[in-house]
């Protein structure tokens, strides 16, 4: 592979790019009118014009990439994560034209895409799964049958379900029928699909998954944990590897056990298998994700691997180049996502320009960006504009580094997550390592909110320097 295209926008495509430009592979850039001088654009070697902003018209169709693509002679097309990533259709259309889709087989793709079909797939393998049906309800009077064996509250889930989104807590049989219903149309309009089935609600399960690296011959490692509990919407927030609740034996048997996984679908490449584990520490797999995750970056930082390097180098045939035994834990990482949303107004999207944009540095901090000072968020896309990552020796030392570069951060314009983020690495239950998935909505109440979130005096002393920067610059003072 010396050339290759990136199907994608933000932070993720500046990130593939910079390992190509490492490996000496050549890239071109895709763009929407609105991205023109988007960081993706200007890095790459080359870029193209897709069209028009709504994803539809531009990062999401395929058939014109595919072209310009061919056009430039490229060899290979990493997909990122979102848009077209977890597209068989699209992944058969890279190969049918020739060209190496950088991700795994259209089956692995097409199963672990269903929630359902990924359940069957892994069946076979005794692996454990949260209690409840294997297949779509068709007959709502059975399903509420098996709700009541299952035991309330249980949890309505979209088969074809992504993002957190399609998914429906029923506290009670009185309002099973109506929930139903909501979750059907729900899945309907947005997955295209209203194949529902039901799972147990696990109360304050804690999200950890397992990084796998699967080779075309035949070797299925894996990467150690990641711990996502930190969440608004059932999206992800804060990440960090590794969890401070695994013990060696309880990580090597998931780590284990997400092989396995990955072994099912005949995997090749870079996933995630995601599991819940409950409050007696049994862990219940729950999907598989088939592409690099947005919270790659903390395994990254603890192993010293470059996932988008080894994707690339499974992609062109290659045997991983390390085995389990040589894998190693150092130290701990902590990943904030900056999103462009008011974390004191529910997490509202807030998009406008990004007035001011001064990252932290130093030793232990990363920040994957796709934006530079200046420009506007656009509507059109992910409200995430950046990521924060640190890592230390001990989770301790990493806390205080992410507080420390959230302190450092100038960033004006819009709201973020950033003070959330601070909210969260002070708060006890999240220092203590005694937090689930339920931290936000038991703890981050409007009381708590006004109490951590008045910032203000920090954001008067980043405006008053700003300010004097820009007159000083209108002055011309030396
Ligand atoms: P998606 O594909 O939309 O991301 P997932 O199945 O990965 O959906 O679940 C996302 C989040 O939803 C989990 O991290 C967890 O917080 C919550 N969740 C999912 N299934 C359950 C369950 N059975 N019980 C409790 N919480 C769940």
Redesign the pocket.
């Known amino acids: 592979m010396k050339k290759i295209l990136i199907a994608n926008r933000g932070e993720i495509a500046v990130r593939i790019i910079r390992t190509a430009q490492k490996m000496g592979i050549e890239t071109v850039a895709v763009y929407s009118n609105i991205d023109r001088d988007a960081p993706h654009v200007l890095m790459a070697d080359q870029a193209v014009c897709l069209g028009d902003n709504p994803s539809s018209a531009s990062y999401l169709d395929g058939e014109k990439i595919i072209k310009e693509a061919k056009r430039l002679g490229v060899d290979g097309i990493h997909p990122g994560y979102g848009f077209l990533s977890e597209n068989a259709a699209f992944a058969k259309l890279v190969e049918d034209n020739g060209m190496i889709f950088i991700g795994p087989n259209q089956r692995a793709i097409v199963t672990m895409g269903s929630?359902l079909a990924a359940k069957e797939a892994v069946s076979k393998y005794n692996i454990p799964m949260?209690p409840g049906m294997d297949r779509a309800i068709t007959d709502i009077k059975r399903a509420k049958e098996h709700a009541l064996d299952i035991g309330f509250p249980i949890?309505i889930k979209a088969s074809a379900?992504?993002?957190?989104?399609g998914?429906r807590i029923v506290e009670n049989s009185e309002e099973f029928e109506e929930q139903m219903d909501r979750a059907v149309s729900e899945a309907l309009s947005a997955f295209g699909d209203g194949s529902v089935f039901i799972?147990?609600?696990?109360t304050k399960?804690r999200?950890i998954e397992i990084q796998v690296l699967s080779d075309s011959h035949g070797n299925h490692l894996h990467l150690f944990e990641r711990e996502c509990s930190i969440?608004r919407r059932?999206q992800k927030v804060i990440e960090e590897a590794p969890s401070a609740v695994l013990s060696p034996e309880l990580r090597a048997k998931m780590g284990k056990t997400a092989t396995e996984v990955a072994k099912a679908c005949d995997y090749v490449g870079a996933g995630t298998v995601?599991f819940?584990l409950d409050e007696h520490k049994n862990f219940y797999f729950?999907?598989m994700n088939t592409r690099l995750q947005v919270e790659h970056p903390v395994t990254e930082m603890i192993t010293g691997i470059d996932l988008v390097e080894q994707q690339m180098l499974i992609a062109m045939g290659r045997e991983i180049p390390f085995r389990q035994e040589d894998l190693n834990i150092d130290g701990h990482a902590l990943e904030l996502r900056i999103y462009a949303e008011d974390p004191e107004d529910n997490f509202a999207p807030n998009i406008g320009k990004l007035e001011r944009f001064v990252p932290p540095s130093g030793e232990g901090v990363r920040l994957d960006s796709g934006y530079v000072e200046g420009m506007d968020i656009p509507i059109f896309y992910d409200p995430m504009i950046a990521k924060l990552i640190v890592h230390a020796k001990t989770r301790r030392a990493a806390l205080k580094r992410l507080l420390e570069a959230i302190d450092e951060f100038e960033l004006l314009g819009i709201k973020t997550t950033l003070p959330f983020g601070q909210f969260v690495a002070t708060h006890p239950a999240f220092v203590s390592g005694d937090f689930d998935?339920g931290f936000v909505a038991r703890y981050f109440t409007p009381k708590a909110k006004k109490k951590h979130l008045r910032n203000e005096a920090k954001l008067a002393v980043q405006l008053a320097n700003y300010l004097l920067e820009r007159n000083e610059k209108v002055l011309k003072v030396p």
């Open positions: 929630k949260v949890l379900g992504g993002g957190g989104k998914m799972e147990k609600y696990i399960p999200h969440q059932h995601e819940l729950l999907e998935t």
